[in-house]
C-alpha cells in the first residue's frame, strides 16, 4: 500500500488514560517525517459530523500528562450500518485523509476495520492503524492497552485508604471495580492491594456459590489477631450480581451465622469506584505506552503498512502471516486487525490460551490471596 500523506486521529470508545500520549507523538513522529496529521473529535461521531482539527507539534505540547483525550470520544453504535459508513468515507475523501489512527478499544478497532473493508471502499485510498487503549484490557493478541496501568493504580490508591479505615473498625468492604465482561483490572488490584478476595465473571459462580464464599472469608478473618481482621474484597463489574443485593445477602448470611452480633461491627461495606477508574493523570508507564505505540502506529502508516494494530510485548507467539516485530520499537507488533479482533472475541469467550491461563491463575491466586 501507499505512503500515507493526511493521516487522521480519532480515539474513541471510553476513554483512557495515555491516549493523549498517543495523539501526541503520531502527531510529532509524522509531522516529522513528512505528514500532516489531523485530529477528528469524538470519534467516529466527529468523524460523520466532520469535526476536524489541526494537530501541530504545537497543537499538542503539554498533553502528555492530562488524562482523558483532548480529541473527545464517543461511542457510535451506527457504524454498525454500511450507508453510516459510507458517509464517514465520504468525509475522509473530502478532506483527503488517505491514513487513519484510531485508538480505542474492541468496538473502536471493529470500526476501523469496517471502515477500511477493501470492498466497502471502492477504488478509495484509505490505510488504518489501531492503537489499543481501554483499562479493561480485554483485547487480544497485546500484553497491555493503553489505561490498564493507571486504572490499576487508582483502584490500588483508592483501596489502601479504604484499608485504613476497614482496619481501624475492623469491617468487610467490598469494593466494585470497571472493567466490563473482563476481571483483569479487579484481579491485578487485588494483588497490588493484598485484598482478601477478588470475585471476577471468568469464575462463572452462581450467586449463592458468591455469597457463602463472601462469608466464609469474613468469618475465618474474624478470628484473628486484631489489626489483621479487616477483609477487602474487589469485586469486578462484570460479576453479574448487583452490588446492594450482593451486601444484603452476605449481611443477612453473617447475622444467621454470628447471632447476636453487633451489626455495627459485621454488616459489609460497599464502595463503587465507578468512572473514577478511568480517570486522572496518566502513569508514567501509561505515558511511555501511549507515545510508543504512537510513534510506531504513525510510522506503520508512513511505510504503507496497513490493517494492523499495534501490540505491546504479546503474550503468546505469533505467526508470521498475522504479526511482524515493529523495525522502529522491538517491544511493539505489527498484528494484523482481524486476527487481533477474532482473538479478542476468543478470550472474551474463555477460549484462548491466555484466557484458559487467565482463569486457572486467577482461581490459585484466590486460595493465595486468603493466606
Ligand atoms: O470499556 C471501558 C469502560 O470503562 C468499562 O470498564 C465500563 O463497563 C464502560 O466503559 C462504561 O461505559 P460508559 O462510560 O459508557 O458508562
Not at 216 to 233: A, F, G
Amino acid at each position: 500500500m501507499a505512503t500515507a500523506k493526511r493521516i487522521g486521529v480519532l480515539t474513541s470508545g471510553g476513554d483512557a488514560p495515555g491516549m493523549n500520549a498517543a495523539i501526541r507523538a503520531a502527531t510529532i513522529v509524522g509531522s516529522a517525517r513528512g505528514a500532516e496529521i489531523i485530529g477528528i473529535e469524538r470519534g467516529y461521531r466527529g468523524l460523520l459530523e466532520d469535526a476536524i482539527v489541526s494537530l501541530t507539534p504545537g497543537d499538542v505540547a503539554g498533553i502528555l500528562r492530562e488524562g482523558g483525550t483532548i480529541l473527545g470520544s464517543a461511542r457510535c453504535p451506527e457504524f454498525h450500518q454500511r450507508e453510516v459508513r459510507d458517509r464517514a468515507r465520504a468525509v475522509l475523501a473530502n478532506r483527503g485523509i488517505d491514513g487513519l489512527i484510531v485508538i480505542g478499544g474492541n468496538g473502536s478497532l471493529t470500526g476501523a476495520l469496517r471502515l477500511a473493508d477493501p470492498e466497502e471502499l471502492g477504488g478509495q485510498r484509505l490505510a488504518i492503524s489501531g492503537i489499543p487503549a481501554s483499562i479493561d484490557n480485554d483485547l487480544g493478541l497485546t500484553g497491555l492497552s493503553i489505561g490498564v496501568d493507571t486504572a490499576t493504580n487508582t483502584i490500588v490508591e483508592a483501596c489502601d485508604k479504604i484499608a485504613d479505615t476497614a482496619t481501624a473498625h475492623d469491617r468487610t468492604f467490598i469494593v466494585e471495580v470497571m472493567g466490563r465482561d473482563c476481571g483483569y483490572l479487579a484481579m491485578a488490584s487485588a494483588i497490588a492491594v493484598g485484598a482478601n478476595l477478588a470475585l471476577f465473571p471468568e469464575a462463572g459462580k452462581p450467586e449463592a456459590e458468591i455469597v457463602e464464599e463472601i462469608v466464609e472469608t469474613v468469618l475465618t478473618l474474624r478470628n484473628r489477631p486484631r489489626r489483621n481482621r479487616r477483609v477487602i474484597i474487589i469485586k469486578a463489574e462484570g460479576v453479574s450480581i448487583a452490588i446492594d443485593r450482593l451486601k444484603a445477602q452476605v449481611d443477612a448470611r453473617l447475622r444467621d451465622k454470628v447471632p447476636g452480633a453487633d451489626p455495627s461491627g459485621i454488616e459489609t461495606r460497599v464502595t463503587v469506584l465507578g468512572h473514577v477508574v478511568r480517570g486522572g493523570r496518566p502513569s508514567a508507564f501509561d505515558r511511555l505506552l501511549g507515545s510508543r505505540l504512537g510513534n510506531v502506529a504513525v510510522r506503520a502508516l508512513l511505510a504503507g503498512i496497513s490493517h494492523r494494530m499495534v501490540a505491546w510485548m504479546p503474550p503468546v507467539e505469533l505467526a508470521p502471516e498475522i504479526a511482524v516485530r515493529s523495525p522502529a520499537d522491538p517491544y511493539c507488533w505489527l498484528v494484523d486487525l482481524v486476527a487481533v479482533l477474532a482473538e479478542t472475541d476468543n478470550l472474551l469467550k474463555g477460549k484462548t490460551s491466555l484466557a484458559r491461563w487467565r482463569a486457572g491463575a486467577f482461581s490459585e491466586l484466590e486460595d493465595a490471596l486468603l493466606l
